[in-house]
């Protein structure tokens, strides 16, 4: 009896220091927002300027003037979920960490000065475009911006993501455009920044940096809804157009997206994908409307555990789970979270996102044929090869165009001109859905400018 007593003391002894020895090695929980304001109150007292600058400071009106600098995007963050599937099993779910990023990798927030009447705007007025800029696409996205503001009434805020030595490059040519354009847009520019101990994965999945629009909801967190686009996007009515399709959204929809194909016999996902997949032909993420909130609150289904996981937890497991089987990097991340998630997306017709895949073998995007192309999407590089010369067409004309010409004789007639030119290609026999809602763009804005807009 004794030795089964000293037996018991032992083990009771070294069941206590294994459960301390397990727990000393277990990172603490932490919050991702509190230590991130945590980084920025230390770093604050390094700003060149008196003002403290505010990381997406839209809500406001306080506008951000040269000379701050921006803290780290991320803070450190290592984070345990556990639950408790019987008495003796636990699963734990850990994400990966956020860490400052090294005094080089910063940059300067930079936000233009608005007028009054856009400090004045209502969070509600005021539509967010957010853009990840890297490598020679300074034009590209310039040209973008461009056309999102030469249609839109309502004030915009554009969250430009680029490299460094773009951000200097963005001021200059933005801070040119005419006064009477300025009073209707402010801009911010941010660093491209990743999980500092995946960066290098983050940054060369597909292309470089297109992965940064995973994290906008973690990065802008204090932004409710947000449009992201690529920077070969071109603008064909005003952006409170598809900002408007947010009011669709029912209780369970976050994000918004276009079908990747129409026609599944031309479609890549159905015939090559080796991971999952939403709907039959999968969603393209060049054009992503966004309610932020709802993504940062809610907990995504998933083929990794069956804990539910918050986009923070997700997305690093999901890339370690699927590196060796995606091919257009972040969007297959995307389709694979929708693939399980269904109810969470809401898809808006091909217009909405009309590509070359629409028409290189002939027009298959009914909703075009009938309304016209409301977002043109030039990927593939077809502004600037010859590839596809009717989107090359739009492109140079916007590109060309001058602000404060008159929009008819300066950016549609020579426009249509070159469209005829490109009528020996499928997408230029399609050409007339480019124009369709381009010339009611322009009616409407000659309309308010009559009415003294």
Known sequence: MRCYLHALLLCMVFAVFSV?????????????????EDGWTDRRTKQSSGRQPRFGAEDTGHIVRNGGEVPSLFAHQEHDRAR????????????????DLDETDKSRQREKPASASVQEATRDERLHLAVVACGP?????????????????????????????????FGESLDLWPSVFQTRFNY?????????????????????????????????????????????????????????????????????M?????????????????????????VNSG????????????????????????????????LQKYKLNITWGDQDLLNIIFHHNPESLYVFPCQWNYRPDHCIYGSNCLEAEQEGVFILHGNRGVYHD????????????????????????????????????????????????????????????????????
């Not at 030469?150 to 969250?159: E, I, N, Q, R």
């Not at 409170?240 to 369970?252: A, D, G, K």
């Not at 555990?305 to 997700?314: A, D, G, I, N, R």
Request: overall charge positive; charged content about 20%; hydrophobic content about 40%.
């Open 20 to 36: 301390l020895y397990v727990f000393n090695q277990l990172p603490v929980a932490s919050s991702f927002e509190s230590q991130y």
């Open 84 to 99: 408790t599937t019987n008495t003796c099993l636990k699963l734990h779910i850990t994400h990966q960490g956020y860490d």
């Open 137 to 169: 696409r300074l034009e590209e996205t310039l040209t973008m911006l461009k056309s999102a503001l030469l249609f839109s009434a309502k004030p915009l805020h554009f969250h430009i993501f680029a490299e460094d030595h773009l951000h200097g490059s």
């Open 188 to 256: 911010t520019t941010y660093p491209i920044t990743f999980p500092s101990e995946n960066a290098k994965e983050w940054k060369k999945l597909f292309k470089p940096c297109a992965s940064q629009r995973l994290f906008l909801p973690l990065i802008l967190k204090d932004l409710d809804s947000l449009l992201y686009v690529d920077t070969d996007i071109l603008f064909l009515q005003p952006v409170e157009e598809i900002w408007s399709l947010l009011s669709l959204f029912n209780s369970t929809h976050l994000a918004a």
């Open 258 to 282: 276009a079908p990747e194909h129409e026609e599944p016999r031309i479609a890549w996902y159905n015939r090559f994908a080796r991971h999952p997949y939403y709907g039959k032909t999968g």
């Open 287 to 318: 054009v992503m409307l966004m309610n932020m909130t709802r993504i940062r609150e809610k907990y995504f289904k998933n083929d990794m555990t069956s804990v539910p996981l918050k986009w923070v937890e997700l997305l690093m497991p999901l």
């Open 386 to 453: 010859d590839k596809q010369p009717a989107f090359r067409a739009v492109y140079e004309a916007i590109q060309k165009y001058t602000f404060g010409d008159n929009l008819v004789q300066s950016l549609l007639f020579p426009l249509e001109a070159k469209l005829q030119e490109t009528k020996h290609t499928y997408c230029g026999r399609a050409s007339h859905m480019f124009t369709k809602r381009l010339k009611r763009s322009i009616s409407i804005l000659q309309q308010e400018t009559i009415e003294g807009r």
